[in-house]
Every structure is written in C-alpha cells, then in structure tokens.
C-alpha cells in the first residue's frame, strides 16, 4: 500500500509540465529582519520560537547557521548570542515546566546522525550545551519535537537525508540528558522538513521532490506515511522545505509548507488538508526571501508589530549580506488571505 501510494505521488510530480503556472501569491512585506549570519554562502537555515508569555515583545528567536553554530535574536533582529557548533541544520524547542530545551540535528558526523541539545536562558538569551548525542547511522538533516500530552513525555524526530525518519525520546530530567531510539520510519526519497501536532500527535514531514506526508507520532502507532499533499508545480513547488503549524481549536488551523522551488509559501487547511492559499515575502523597506530552507510560526501576542503571531523566514539569498532570517506579521497573512 505505501509502494503504491509513492508511485501515485511521484506519477503526479512527473506529470507536471515545466511551464506549469504557480498559483496566484500575494506579497506581504517583511517587518523586521535578523543581523545575517557570519559564514559565507549556504549557511542560515532554520528557526525556532520562544514566546516570552510575561513579556511578549522580549520574546526571542533561534536560529541555526549550519557552517559555524547557532544563534539568538530579540524581535528587532538583533543577534544577542552565538553558540558555536559544527553543523547544526534544524531546530525546534520545547518548553517543559519551565525550562526551555533546545535540540538541533546534528550533521558534523556523515555517518551517524546526532542531536544536539541545548536548554536556553531565557534571561541572559543563550543557550547552554547539554551535549551530542548519536541517534542512529546516517545524516541527520531534519529535527522536530513533540511533547505528548497524557504524560509529558518529550520526543524528538530525526529526519535523515535519505529519507529515513528516527524517533529518539529525550530524558532531561537527570543531570545528563538520555537520548535513546525507540521506533523509525521511511520515505522513498530525501526528506527535510517537519512538524508535530502536539493536539493531535500527528507528525508531518516533507519529502522534497514528492510532496507531505503524516504519521502517527507515538512510537506505539504504526510507521505507516500518508500522503496528503503532492508536488505539483502549482501550489507547491520542489523542493518542498520547511514546516510550521498555525493551530486552531482541537483539531482546525493550517499546515504552512516552504515551496522553495518558487519562493512561495503555501497554506493547507487542518485537519483536511485542503489548499488554503499562498504567499510570498516582499515588497516592503526590507528585502524578500528566496529558496527558503526553514520556517516556524509561533501564534499568539507578541507585542504590536506582531499582535497575532510571528512567522519567521530563512532567506537564501540575502545578498550584498550574508543570509539570514525575515520576520513576518501573521496577522498580515491573514488579512491578505482572508483566513
């Protein structure tokens, strides 16, 4: 079933002519930006949100710089600390009671996929090492986490660049976290992007050149992908990148896919996955973005440039400067959407 489901998808992509017009994207100028990141070329690559709840407007955000190590930024772009660390691509956090823990694929080793795992001080705004850890053989490229909800438990997914997705849950509650295996799961083809529903415990991830997929998240539940977007050259664009969530209610909101291949961002309606629209960055005092690796969203008030949320952007080509990160009002997407 999950051959023919592939065949299905990769037929669709392959059916798709060159000069296949995308969909209509309206562009939505960028209200802040990030200081670019130090290393040259193809280096900034994804981000993460931590939403201060006392203090919306000093909320703070991640960023990786996969050739040097990692970086945070206040909510005018400012870089305000830089931990350095040999090939980190994606990131994610958590917050468990309190404490933030930060935990970023590990790529420094080609041979066996690590993560790495950090707890971010909320009032200096830096992260501190907890360390590397092996998840299994392979490349790590892609990284998300999910807490589940009857018993707080914390997982993490490990995209492989092969395809293969590792399930690791993460023990922090000693003085040494514990990084251990539990389940893995497969693709036919390189994968990135991901995100879990923690409402629903549902992971989704982004085959690059076929289209999303969904698994169940709980390492109980079968590894069996279902499909539930394509590549189409029209409203989702190879390679499809990064992943974020804009839930709504129980089970509503919207799945927002990176569609790289046409500097665009492309919106499905949850828990249906019917297209919503797209949208590009653009067009404003700030530059736009193009060939975006990561993304994340993060809903919620974080002070008057952002009053319903926050969609953060890696930029591909941020030139004369180096990459970097684009900072976007959610409630402009909404407007221009009609969401």
Same mark, same amino acid.
């Given at each position: 079933?999950?051959?023919?489901?592939? %065949?299905?998808?990769?037929?669709?992509?392959?059916?798709?002519?060159? @000069?296949?017009? %995308?969909?209509?994207?309206?562009?939505? =100028? =960028?209200?802040?930006?990030?200081?670019?990141?130090?290393?040259?070329?193809?280096?900034?690559?994804?981000?993460?949100?931590?939403?201060?709840?006392?203090?919306? =407007?000093?909320?703070?955000?991640?960023?990786?710089?996969?050739?040097?190590?990692?970086?945070? *930024?206040?909510?005018?772009?400012?870089?305000?600390?830089? %931990?350095?660390?040999? /090939?980190?691509?994606?990131?994610?956090?958590? !917050?468990?009671?309190?404490?933030?823990?930060?935990?970023?694929?590990?790529?420094?080793?080609?041979?066996?996929?690590?993560?790495?795992?950090?707890?971010?001080? @909320?009032?200096?705004?830096?992260?501190?090492?907890?360390?590397? *850890?092996?998840?299994?053989? $392979?490349?790590?490229?892609?990284?998300?986490?999910?807490?589940?909800?009857?018993?707080?438990?914390?997982?993490?997914?490990?995209?492989?660049? !092969?395809?293969?997705?590792?399930?690791?849950?993460?023990?922090?509650?000693?003085? %040494?976290?514990?990084?251990?295996?539990?389940?893995?799961? +497969?693709?036919?083809?390189?994968?990135?992007?991901?995100?879990?529903?923690?409402?629903?415990?549902?992971?989704?991830?982004?085959?690059?050149?076929?289209?999303?997929?969904?698994? =169940?998240?709980?390492?109980?539940?079968?590894?069996?992908?279902?499909?539930?977007?394509?590549?189409?050259?029209?409203?989702?664009?190879?390679?499809?990148?990064?992943?974020?969530?804009?839930?709504?209610?129980?089970?509503?909101?919207?799945?927002?896919?990176?569609?790289?291949?046409?500097?665009? *961002?492309?919106?499905?309606?949850?828990?249906?996955?019917?297209?919503?629209?797209?949208? /590009?960055? $653009?067009?404003?005092?700030?530059?736009?973005?193009?060939?975006?690796?990561?993304?994340?969203?993060?809903?919620?008030?974080?002070?008057?440039?952002?009053?319903?949320?926050?969609?953060?952007?890696?930029? $591909?080509?941020?030139?004369?400067?180096?990459?970097?990160? +684009?900072?976007?009002?959610?409630? +402009?997407?909404?407007?221009?959407?009609?969401?």
């Amino acid at each position: 079933m999950r051959a023919a489901l592939l %065949t299905l998808l990769l037929a669709g992509c392959a059916s798709v002519p060159a @000069t296949t017009p %995308t969909a209509d994207a309206p562009v939505i =100028a =960028a209200s802040a930006e990030t200081d670019p990141v130090d290393s040259m070329a193809d280096a900034a690559d994804d981000p993460a949100i931590w939403r201060n709840a006392a203090n919306p =407007a000093a909320s703070l955000v991640i960023g990786t710089d996969k050739q040097a190590g990692i970086h945070v *930024y206040d909510l005018k772009g400012k870089r305000l600390s830089f %931990t350095p660390a040999a /090939r980190l691509n994606n990131v994610d956090l958590r !917050d468990m009671g309190g404490r933030v823990i930060v935990a970023a694929s590990d790529r420094a080793d080609k041979a066996t996929a690590h993560v790495a795992l950090f707890t971010l001080d @909320t009032v200096a705004r830096r992260l501190v090492p907890m360390g590397r *850890y092996p998840v299994g053989a $392979g490349e790590a490229y892609g990284m998300c986490l999910w807490t589940r909800a009857r018993d707080k438990a914390l997982f993490g997914f490990v995209v492989l660049k !092969d395809g293969r997705i590792d399930q690791v849950r993460i023990d922090v509650s000693g003085t %040494t976290p514990r990084v251990e295996t539990v389940r893995s799961m +497969k693709l036919g083809t390189q994968a990135e992007g991901c995100v879990v529903d923690d409402r629903t415990g549902t992971l989704y991830v982004a085959e690059e050149d076929v289209g999303l997929w969904r698994f =169940a998240a709980d390492p109980a539940a079968p590894t069996t992908a279902t499909p539930i977007a394509r590549v189409d050259g029209r409203t989702l664009v190879a390679d499809a990148e990064g992943l974020a969530l804009a839930p709504r209610g129980a089970r509503g909101g919207y799945l927002v896919a990176s569609s790289q291949g046409d500097n665009a *961002y492309t919106l499905y309606r949850l828990p249906d996955m019917t297209y919503a629209g797209r949208f /590009r960055i $653009g067009g404003g005092q700030i530059d736009g973005t193009s060939e975006t690796d990561g993304i994340e969203l993060a809903l919620g008030d974080f002070g008057p440039d952002y009053p319903e949320g926050l969609f953060v952007a890696q930029d $591909g080509d941020n030139a004369p400067d180096t990459q970097n990160f +684009k900072y976007v009002s959610w409630a +402009k997407v909404k407007a221009a959407l009609g969401l």
